[in-house]
């Protein structure tokens, strides 16, 4: 498929794909084998998007998340989510003084640049919604007092299958404010020996080194927002996102915040692969990524057994794609 250049592309800086390769160098340095799976955190982080991320225990979650945190040279912090666990615990609280007899606000994990939510399934509802706000509008209002967060501030949350014991499951409220839902899956039998040897002595992510600090990291997700996006290709965005929402299998759709973080994150690809412009292939690549988390099949649906990475895929193949 030809897709002419748009005229509001953007000059390509190679100095910022630069880092964005050697970004990828360090995950694939750790994470082995899962390529795709690596490109689409890139994805999310360029596009200033939360990433969660969905498999059973002990694929390599919370290590892809520290190795990102890692490569930056950025504030990190991870917090361990836990049934006993307190929106206070996460934002923060007032501390009485004795000395002074005033209260003093002690910042919580979530001033930071990069949040690690390991196993954010593991807290009850309440707790989880301490996030919210943050990852929509980057600040934190605490006892009436609104806390702006500095930037970048990205979420690379855990979970688990909610099959699985003491989980809960995440709130469409908040599934809605993560850009991607990822799953790493099991290696394949060659990459899992050399996980063995790679891990023998040492564990890889030891080797991780920052590679890029915050404002290289702003800069990049600033040429994000200046790749050119044909006027066919974001109303195919608005189709895509229409069509989950007139579909009889699915009870609730994409939501508009949905498409902007779509439109986002096929910028923020067309970025990654070098080139001034979105084509059709950057949204079709990214719709499982994109809509499978934020879409809530009907009854019927559940009941015959159909996933919504199946259901994201047939709609994909039934809406016409721009030439």
Do not use: W
Request: aromatic fraction near 6%; hydrophobic fraction near 40%; charge should be negative.
């Amino acid at each position: 498929m030809h897709v002419d250049r748009p005229a509001t592309g953007t000059a390509i800086n190679q100095s910022l794909h630069d880092v964005a390769e050697a970004l990828r160098h360090n995950l694939a340095s750790v994470i082995l084998g899962k390529e795709e799976a690596i490109n689409q955190v890139m994805i999310a982080l360029f596009s200033s998007g939360n990433i969660l991320l969905e498999d059973v225990p002990g694929v390599g979650k919370t290590t892809l998340a520290k190795a990102l945190a890692r490569s930056l040279d950025a504030e990190y912090n991870r917090i361990q989510f836990t049934p006993d666990l307190l929106p206070a615990d996460i934002l923060g609280s007032s501390i009485f003084n004795p000395q002074t007899g005033q209260f003093t606000f002690r910042k919580g994990p979530v001033f930071t640049n990069i949040l690690l939510a390991d196993e954010i399934n593991r807290a009850s509802p309440r707790t989880q919604s301490a996030l919210l706000e943050a990852m929509t509008e980057q600040q934190a209002t605490i006892e009436g007092v609104r806390h702006p967060l500095d930037a970048p501030f990205v979420v690379v949350a855990t979970q688990n299958p909610i099959e699985y014991h003491g989980t809960y499951p995440l709130p469409e409220a908040q599934l809605d404010r993560f850009a991607m839902r990822l799953d790493l899956g099991y290696p394949n039998a060659e990459n899992e020996l050399e996980i063995l040897y790679a891990q023998r002595q040492a564990q890889p992510l030891e080797n991780i080194h920052p590679i890029a600090g915050c404002n290289a990291l702003l800069e990049i997700q600033r040429a994000v927002r200046e790749i050119g996006v044909e006027r066919s290709v974001g109303q195919y965005i608005v189709d895509l996102a229409t069509a989950t929402r007139n579909d009889p299998r699915i009870r609730l759709g994409a939501s508009p915040r949905a498409s902007l973080m779509y439109f986002r994150a096929a910028q923020a690809r067309a970025f990654i692969q070098q080139r001034e412009y979105v084509v059709p292939d950057d949204v079709k690549s990214l719709a499982v990524a994109i809509l499978s988390h934020r879409i809530v099949l009907d009854s019927k649906a559940r009941y015959k057994g159909q996933e919504r990475a199946a259901v994201v895929n047939d709609i994909v193949s039934t809406v016409s794609v721009p030439l």
